[in-house]
Nanobody, 118 residues
Framework: VQLQASGGGLVQAGGSLRLSCAAS????????MGWYRQAPGKQRELVAS???????NYADSVKGRFTISRDNAKNTVYLQMNSLRPEDTAVYYC?????????????WGQGTQVTVSS
């Protein structure tokens, strides 16, 4: 299983970016998917997550600005980021949980850099 993230880049404050993360490989289904971020000198933190049924959860710092969604037919999770702020600058990682029998396996994407200039 692989997770391939894309869509990062450099944007001015107030701008928008859309991140995508596509899962590939051999699996039956995907449970929860999410986005995390890690800024220099800080711990990795949850940005947003979405269950297989579409329930969402957001960090307080991004509520009202970011929207997570998924396309189960494409095995892809998206993060629409609007009204970006310099403090959103970080490497963004996608995450997904894959059921296998009675177990669940967690995978991470490679990370994509988001830089917001003031």
């Amino acid at each position: 299983v692989q997770l391939q993230a894309s869509g990062g880049g450099l944007v001015q404050a107030g701008g928008s970016l859309r991140l995508s993360c596509a899962a590939s490989g051999s699996f039956f289904s995907i449970n929860a998917m999410g986005w995390y971020r890690q800024a220099p000198g800080k711990q990795r933190e949850l940005v947003a997550s979405i269950s297989s049924g579409g329930s969402t959860n957001y960090a307080d710092s991004v509520k009202g600005r970011f929207t997570i969604s998924r396309d189960n037919a494409k095995n892809t999770v998206y993060l629409q980021m609007n009204s970006l702020r310099p403090e959103d600058t970080a490497v963004y990682y996608c995450n997904a949980h894959f059921p296998a029998g009675w177990r669940e396996y967690e995978y991470w994407g490679q990370g994509t850099q988001v830089t917001v200039s003031s």
